[in-house]
């Protein structure tokens, strides 16, 4: 499995982005996929998960901000991210998890992709 994140980029606070992660592999339909940030200085945080049955998750810092979604036809899985805050300023990773489990720990996402940079600026 492989994942591209891409969509990253400099927005002014209370604008949109949208991340994408394609994701390779006929494992797609099947595997959980995870949004995490790292901000500079801080720990890798979870910000949201979907699963193949299309139950999602959102760390309560993104919740009513944010919504995650796949095309399975595209396989793709999108962040689309409102009302950007400088806080929300973070290197996005998308990761993927075949199994099923916990949403939110990174260490249980066994592929991950290479990031895309978030910049807000106030």
């Known amino acids: 499995v492989q994942l591209q994140a891409s969509g990253g980029g400099l927005v002014q606070a209370g604008g949109s982005l949208r991340l994408s992660c394609a994701v390779s592999?006929?494992?797609?339909?099947?595997?959980?996929i995870g949004w995490f940030r790292r901000a500079p200085g801080k720990e890798r945080e979870f910000v949201s998960a979907?699963?193949?049955?299309?139950?999602?998750d959102y760390a309560d810092s993104v919740k009513g901000r944010s919504t995650i979604s796949r095309d399975h036809a595209k396989n793709t899985v999108y962040l689309q991210m409102n009302s950007l805050k400088p806080e929300d300023t973070a290197v996005y990773y998308c990761?993927?998890?075949?199994?099923?489990?916990?949403?939110?720990?990174?260490?249980?996402?066994?592929?991950w992709g290479q990031g895309t940079q978030v910049t807000v600026s106030s």
């Open positions: 990761a993927a998890r075949l199994s099923n489990g916990p949403l939110r720990r990174p260490g249980d996402y066994s592929y």
């Open positions: 592999g006929r494992t797609f339909s099947t595997a959980i």
């Open positions: 979907i699963t193949w049955g299309i139950t999602t």
